[in-house]
């Protein structure tokens, strides 16, 4: 799922090879785009599910990557793919698709696809600008997470070797490597030999990388380089209690924390300001976490079964999730 830049649609895609926009005002389906042909598609039964979108900043395109390693770019107003960007190679049907991004000011458009490799391109033509091997996995190279800088000076990627690298927009230069090194603590010796970035964001400031994967968050401090895990099960109980106790501890320290792009494989979604977490749970609750007072503030209750994800609008007004019951809800938070 992806909120518009002004807060007044939101895109979804799934399954079944369709990007709904909806609005949000109105709730209603405002319009449908068929990725290929439907009648080609339902003859050959070929999945290639919808990983990532991606509106640009004047919300004219949309970026979507898919199965069987495509980009294609959407006109938002007539539907129509007017690109497909061909820089990945191709897998499987059913495959996951690659993750793309567009930076803040629309200069660039970046992918990571199954390749290991993160491209580049140029939205006035869409042509490359440049591409680089940004997972270094020994059995499974693929690019799982991107994300700008707030000044769209790095673009930070993320993926199956658990390494995050930075990389300078303009050139292709590698900044730095986040690499996982080891700890004292034997919980967090195991999850960062097998940590696998799902989702990547920088804070507000630029001073701080936040990455996470399904059961944990690492925070990077840009200028130390200190790394703190975030362990789900590190401390007993419940999955969720034992991450929030620690973020809200990290969170004392870091009030600007924020994490903007979520994938579809996690379920939970902080807001822009760093004050609210969302957490959605296998029984169709969503818990709001006040992080500042360290309680639950609210409960919502509005799907049924597993939550697959929740994101916040860019403003932090809205909340939509997502769940495994094919239904979006959107919330006023």
């Excluded at 191709?90 to 690659?98: D, I, W």
């Excluded at 380089?225 to 004392?252: H, K, M, Q, Y």
């Excluded at 799907?303 to 909340?319: A, E, M, P």
Aim: glycine letters at 10%; aromatic letters at 8%; a negative charge.
């Amino acid at each position: 799922m992806e909120f518009s830049p002004e807060c007044k649609f939101i895109a979804s895609g799934g399954e079944d090879n369709k990007v709904r926009i909806w609005n949000i005002e109105t709730g209603r389906l405002a319009k449908t785009f068929f990725l290929d042909n439907e009648d080609t598609f339902e003859a050959l039964g070929w999945s290639k599910p919808i990983n990532s979108l991606s509106y640009s900043p004047d919300s004219k395109f949309l970026a979507v990557g898919r199965g069987s390693g495509e980009v294609l770019i959407i006109d938002t107003d007539s539907g129509d793919a007017i690109q497909d960007l061909e820089g990945h190679p191709g897998g499987l049907f059913g495959e996951r698709g690659p993750c793309v991004k567009f930076s803040h000011d629309g200069h660039f458009l970046g992918t990571g696809g199954l390749d290991g490799r993160l491209i580049i391109w140029n939205p006035s033509d869409w042509s490359i600008l440049w591409s680089a091997e940004a997972d270094k996995d020994k059995s499974q190279k693929s690019v799982l997470a991107i994300t700008f800088s707030n000044d769209n000076k790095i673009i930070a990627s993320g993926g199956m070797d658990g390494t995050v690298r930075l990389w300078d927009t303009r050139n292709g230069n590698l900044v730095t490597e986040l690499i996982p090194t080891e700890s004292s603590d034997v919980m967090v010796q195991s999850l960062s030999r097998q940590l696998r970035i799902y989702s990547i964001s920088f804070t507000q400031d630029n001073k701080h990388i936040v990455a996470r994967d399904q059961s944990c968050l690492a925070v990077y401090d840009l200028k130390t380089g200190v790394r703190e895990v975030i362990n789900s099960t590190s401390r007993g109980g419940t999955e969720d209690e034992s991450i929030i106790d620690r973020l809200e501890r990290w969170a004392e320290a870091n009030r600007d924390f924020a994490i903007a792009h979520r994938l579809s494989n996690t379920n939970s979604g902080l807001s822009p300001n760093g004050s609210v977490w969302a957490i959605g749970c296998r029984e169709g609750e969503i818990q709001l976490w006040d992080l500042l007072n360290k309680n639950i503030a609210h409960k919502l209750i509005g799907h049924q079964g597993t939550i697959d994800c929740t994101v916040f609008s860019s403003d932090g007004r809205l909340l939509a999730s997502g769940g495994q019951d094919g239904v979006i809800c959107i919330w006023g938070v």
